[in-house]
Each structure stands twice: as structure tokens, then as C-alpha cells.
């Protein structure tokens, strides 16, 4: 355990000081932040509801989102390859570290730095929910807060099994990108998923990306039933 501590400290030090790298992937995902809030809002501009949602919570999810990505996403998939491809992997199996928990360790350095950068929009987004008149119940907040470090381990899970893909491929960029493109599209990065024709909505509900991505947020905006959840 206190090598697990150790290891976060070192990671969030180390993304203090290459914390120029933190702040573009942020600017990349803000990117998205505003490109698909203003198509869907362009397509609801005459007023009234977009299955189900309103223009203001269009806005509440997409932000909510972005802060979720950012902070509880995972990306070991490139860390790992890499550590394959340099022989690095090899260093950590001949010591007494387990590999894949100093991974996690690693991951939670990183989250706390990117928390610090965002607690501005944090709170912002916080007051918009608020004042907005969508502040969620208390069964709501529990109800997410409660998904997230599970869903957490999940995304870090399917991120090291592409990154341990590098022990059978020696080039992983091309999985990688594979694996990002498939995680925007069934994650609810690009919409709500009320907002994706029917048949699609199978596919986007059955899967473990949903489940990391959009289903949390759900929850949060009061569009997930007891049953669902619980299912």
C-alpha cells in the first residue's frame, strides 16, 4: 500500500512538471466540448425538447462529460505498448511490483493533476446546475458517485488489454486510434445516446464504453429509472 502511495505521489510531481502536456490533452477535449453542443443545439433551435432533453441540459451533459473524460478516463494503453516495445515491461516482472497497480497508481498521480487544473469549470459547472434548476436529487448524486471508481477500474481495465495487444502487435498506433474511435462512438462522446437511431441505441447500451462514458451522466441528469440501474 505504500508503495502504491509512492507511486501516485511521483506521478502527480511528475505531471506537475510536464503539466504543458496535461493542459493540450484538456484543450483537445474541449475541442469537443464545443463542437457537438452547438450542432445539437443548432438542430433544437426552434425550442422544445431532443428526445427527452432540453437545450440547457444538452449543454449540462456535454460539459459534465468533458470533466468526466478528463478526469476518470484512461490511457495506459500507450504507457503500456510502450513499456513493451522498450522493454521496459520486463524491468517491473523482475521486481516485487505488480505492474498493473503501479499502472493504476500512475493513473490516480495524473487525475489528481488534471482535478487541480479543472476546478475552475468544476465549479462551474456545479453553479450551472444549480442555477440552471437541474441540481440533481440526493439519490442522483449518490447514485453516480457511487459508479464512478468501479467504472474507473473498468476503463482502466479495457485501456491495459489494448495496451498489452503490443505483446502479440509490434505496431500498436493503429489499434490504439481503433480503440479511441470505437470508445467516441459507443461511449456517448458524439450524443446523448437518446439522440442515435434506434438500432444503434442497442449496441450503445449493451456495451462496457456506455458504461464508462454516458450511463454515469444519465444517472446524474435524472434520465436512468431505478430498474436500469440496478440492471
Same mark, same amino acid.
Given at each position: 500500500? @505504500?508503495?502504491?502511495?509512492?507511486?501516485?505521489?511521483?506521478? %502527480?510531481?511528475? *505531471? !506537475?512538471?510536464?503539466? *504543458?502536456?496535461?493542459?493540450?490533452?484538456?484543450? &483537445?477535449?474541449?475541442?469537443?466540448?464545443?463542437?457537438?453542443?452547438?450542432?445539437?443545439? *443548432?438542430?433544437?433551435?426552434?425550442?422544445?425538447?431532443?428526445?427527452?432533453?432540453?437545450?440547457?441540459?444538452?449543454?449540462?451533459? %456535454?460539459? =459534465?462529460?468533458?470533466?468526466?473524460?478528463?478526469?476518470?478516463?484512461?490511457?495506459?494503453?500507450?504507457?503500456?505498448?510502450?513499456?513493451?516495445?522498450?522493454?521496459?515491461?520486463?524491468?517491473?516482472?523482475?521486481?516485487?511490483? @505488480?505492474?498493473?497497480?503501479?499502472?493504476?497508481?500512475?493513473?490516480?498521480?495524473?487525475? !489528481?493533476?488534471?482535478? !487541480?487544473? =479543472?476546478?475552475?469549470?468544476?465549479?462551474? *459547472?456545479? #453553479?450551472?446546475?444549480? &442555477?440552471?434548476?437541474?441540481?440533481?436529487? =440526493?439519490?442522483?448524486?449518490?447514485?453516480?458517485?457511487?459508479?464512478?471508481?468501479?467504472?474507473? &477500474? !473498468?476503463?482502466?481495465?479495457?485501456? #491495459?488489454?489494448?495496451?498489452?495487444?503490443?505483446?502479440?502487435?509490434?505496431?500498436?498506433?493503429?489499434?490504439?486510434?481503433?480503440?479511441?474511435?470505437?470508445?467516441?462512438?459507443?461511449?456517448?462522446?458524439?450524443?446523448?445516446?437518446?439522440?442515435?437511431?434506434? #438500432?444503434?441505441?442497442?449496441?450503445?447500451?449493451?456495451?462496457?464504453?456506455?458504461?464508462?462514458?454516458?450511463?454515469?451522466?444519465?444517472?446524474?441528469?435524472?434520465?436512468?429509472?431505478?430498474?436500469?440501474?440496478?440492471?
Amino acid at each position: 500500500m @505504500n508503495l502504491f502511495w509512492a507511486t501516485i505521489k511521483i506521478s %502527480f510531481q511528475r *505531471a !506537475l512538471a510536464y503539466r *504543458a502536456t496535461t493542459v493540450v490533452w484538456i484543450l &483537445f477535449g474541449f475541442v469537443w466540448l464545443l463542437l457537438w453542443p452547438l450542432m445539437w443545439l *443548432a438542430i433544437l433551435r426552434s425550442g422544445g425538447t431532443l428526445s427527452g432533453y432540453t437545450a440547457i441540459e444538452i449543454i449540462l451533459y %456535454f460539459i =459534465l462529460l468533458f470533466l468526466q473524460l478528463q478526469i476518470f478516463n484512461s490511457h495506459v494503453e500507450d504507457s503500456i505498448s510502450t513499456d513493451v516495445r522498450d522493454g521496459e515491461l520486463t524491468l517491473y516482472l523482475l521486481r516485487p511490483v @505488480n505492474y498493473l497497480r503501479y499502472e493504476w497508481g500512475t493513473e490516480w498521480g495524473s487525475r !489528481l493533476h488534471r482535478m !487541480l487544473l =479543472l476546478s475552475p469549470f468544476i465549479v462551474g *459547472a456545479v #453553479a450551472l446546475l444549480f &442555477f440552471s434548476h437541474h441540481w440533481p436529487s =440526493l439519490w442522483q448524486w449518490l447514485g453516480y458517485f457511487t459508479l464512478l471508481l468501479p467504472l474507473t &477500474f !473498468l476503463r482502466f481495465l479495457l485501456s #491495459a488489454s489494448v495496451g498489452l495487444l503490443s505483446l502479440w502487435f509490434t505496431e500498436m498506433g493503429g489499434w490504439i486510434h481503433f480503440f479511441w474511435i470505437v470508445e467516441s462512438l459507443l461511449a456517448g462522446e458524439l450524443s446523448p445516446p437518446e439522440f442515435m437511431p434506434v #438500432a444503434w441505441q442497442w449496441f450503445i447500451f449493451h456495451n462496457p464504453f456506455y458504461l464508462v462514458g454516458a450511463f454515469p451522466l444519465r444517472v446524474l441528469l435524472g434520465k436512468v429509472g431505478v430498474v436500469e440501474y440496478l440492471i
